[in-house]
């Protein structure tokens, strides 16, 4: 990418004129908030999230561009607020990236991602000493993926387990914690036990370099492709589930994951 090529000056320019068009004469562009665009970015993120799972590469085009233009959206919203407009949203950007890559802009080393990684965490409290590591962490993110994210963050400032084999060893104490209040039947404990080895598979999956997340949404996918070719073959048989055993659904599922793997 060349970045001095006066086509993506051209293109983004004339986003910003369709914004500008849009806030102006379109009813439903007019009347939208910051606050009402909220959910609609957020379904525009899990699109383009589902598209990378896909690897489909025009549909992630496609994504990111509905994603681009709520980010315009909101610049102009907060330009007509006189709090910001979409030079101050770059500009602030750039100048967050340039002070956290001083291996980049400055004299620095890092050796390898981690050290990255850590560099960004370090930098980020030095900015704001009041400012706790997990402040980062949005607390409307679907719990798998936060605990992901804290587990990251709390590492960048070195609170971390030494290797694999302790996180492990970690999981299986959860494990045993959960079926001890098996045993006593509380409810609460035993949704705070599992809550507990959730938390300690993230940590392991993380200690190996599996996305939890990514893991178990591919599984998700799986499932669903896999199910409703079970579906397929049944009402090929012209048989109902609702009326089969589970010992014939099973024989239906091993077939469809031969047919859909």
Not at 81 to 103: E, G, N, W, Y
């Amino acid at each position: 990418m060349n970045t001095s090529d006066d086509k993506y000056c051209q293109a983004f320019t004339r986003l910003l004129q369709i914004m500008d068009d849009l806030r102006e004469k379109c009813p439903w562009d007019k009347k939208q908030t910051m606050q009402s665009l909220r959910h609609l970015t957020i379904e525009e993120t899990y699109e383009l999230s589902d598209a990378v799972l896909d690897n489909d590469l025009p549909e992630i085009k496609k994504e990111l561009g509905d994603l681009l233009l709520h980010i315009v959206f909101y610049a102009k919203i907060g330009s007509e607020q006189q709090a910001f407009d979409m030079a101050d949203i770059i500009d602030t950007l750039c100048d967050k990236v340039i002070s956290r890559h001083p291996h980049v802009y400055g004299d620095a080393q890092a050796d390898d991602a981690q050290a990255v990684k850590q560099r960004w965490e370090v930098q980020k409290l030095k900015e704001d000493v009041n400012r706790s590591v997990l402040a980062g962490v949005p607390q409307s993110l679907p719990a798998l993926i936060k605990a992901y994210r804290m587990q990251e963050k709390v590492r960048g400032v070195g609170f971390d387990w030494d290797n694999k084999e302790q996180v492990w060893d970690k999981v299986e104490e959860e494990m045993q914690e959960f079926k001890n209040e098996l045993d006593v039947n509380n409810t609460e404990k035993m949704e705070d036990e599992f809550g507990d080895i959730l938390f300690a598979l993230v940590n392991y999956a993380r200690f190996v370099g599996v996305n939890p997340e990514t893991a178990l949404e591919r599984t998700n996918k799986r499932f669903m492709k896999r199910f409703k070719q079970v579906e397929v073959l049944v009402r090929q048989d012209k048989k109902d589930l609702h009326d089969m055993e589970l010992e014939e659904m099973d024989q239906y599922w091993k077939q469809a994951k031969k047919d859909v793997d």
